[in-house]
């Protein structure tokens, strides 16, 4: 479930990342290109389904430790509900524009709520799966060299925005390294 989950998830996050590159461009200047009949500020309101892929790909990583022992539970309990914040704040951050449109802009809006949850929430996000990748590389779900692109990953989905292709190209290498690990680890 986990692979499967990060696989959609980082798939899905860098279509999302070409489309606001095509719509916004590279710089902080907004192009305002429309895509598919689609603005950049649309296409942000689709994060939430990678976000909450990354969601449930996290829950099956918890699922696959047999015993997550205190620190891996901890870790995993604030990762999910900082996801969710994080996840929520994105939707209040972009559901409020309308379609296809480009007549109020994003700067128009400020941080506002949604922007707000998410800068509060992201930081916890990355510390806590600091925390839940330990645990889980101590249970060998994880390899340690790969655990980091967890917390790398959501500092990404925030810190680095206009959407980038960081957190789409890590969750592709973390389904690889779920999905390697347990083809070695059954031989």
């Known amino acids: 479930m ?47 389904l990678p ?8 829950v099956g990583l918890y699922w696959s430790m047999s015993q997550p022992g205190l620190p891996g539970k901890v870790g995993f309990a604030v990762s999910a509900g900082s996801l969710f914040a994080v996840i929520a704040g994105t939707a209040l951050q972009f559901w409020g ?11 128009d809006q400020a941080i506002g709520v949604g922007g707000a949850l998410q800068a509060a929430a992201t930081p916890v996000l990355a510390l806590s799966l600091i925390v839940f990748g330990v645990a889980l590389g101590r249970r060998r779900i994880l390899s340690t060299w ?12 925030f810190y680095l925005t206009p959407t980038n292709p960081f957190p789409g190209a890590l969750w592709l290498a973390l389904a690889g390294a779920v999905l390697w690990r347990a083809q070695t680890c059954r031989v």
């Not at 999302?16 to 305002?32: P, R, S, V």
């Not at 524009?97 to 700067?107: A, C």
């Open 146 to 157: 790969i655990a980091p692109a967890l917390p790398i990953s959501a500092l990404a989905t």
């Open 51 to 58: 976000l909450g892929l990354f969601f449930v790909a996290i």
């Open 97 to 107: 524009f309308e379609w296809s449109s480009y007549e109020e802009e994003f700067e």
């Open 2 to 48: 986990a692979t499967l989950a990060l696989l959609i998830a980082g798939i899905s996050w860098l279509i999302i990342w070409w489309h606001q590159h095509l719509t916004h461009g590279d710089t902080a200047f907004n192009e305002e290109n429309l895509v598919l009949g689609l603005t950049w500020m649309d296409s942000g309101k689709v994060l939430v």
